[in-house]
Nanobody, 122 residues
Framework: QVQLVESGGGLVQAGGSLRLSCAASGRTFSNYAMGWFRQAPGKERDIVAAINSNGGSTYYGDSVKGRFTISRDNVQNTVYLQMNSLKAEDTAVYYC???????????????WGQGTQVTVSS
């Protein structure tokens, strides 16, 4: 089992920045690829970004490329999502997830956090 706890969400004005954190405990964090997903009301859960187990490879959804950065610290067992130039359409609940490899589809991840709300006011 891997337990994941997100933090760092909140309310921010458009153009602002937030940094989300996801702290992991349980099994060896460095064995897992990590992903950030988001889900807005009435919409599907979509990939935001993902990073492989050693941090050497990343993936970004088209809508966040150039604005968001995913990173991880395998000593602190934490994955981060730096979000810059936020837009109203970034408003959603953000979830972190752990899986065996980087995948775009949410179903490919084994463990999930409880989510953190990000609200961007325009």
């Amino acid at each position: 089992q891997v337990q994941l706890v997100e933090s760092g969400g909140g309310l921010v004005q458009a153009g602002g920045s937030l940094r989300l954190s996801c702290a992991a405990s349980g099994r060896t964090f460095s064995n897992y690829a990590m992903g950030w997903f988001r889900q807005a009301p009435g919409k599907e859960r979509d990939i935001v970004a993902a990073i492989n187990s050693n941090g050497g490879s990343t993936y970004y959804g088209d809508s966040v490329k150039g604005r968001f950065t995913i990173s991880r610290d395998n000593v602190q067992n934490t994955v981060y999502l730096q979000m810059n130039s936020l837009k109203a359409e970034d408003t959603a609940v953000y979830y972190c997830a752990a899986g065996r490899k980087v995948q775009v589809f949410w179903g490919g991840y084994d463990y999930w956090g409880q989510g953190t709300q990000v609200t961007v006011s325009s």
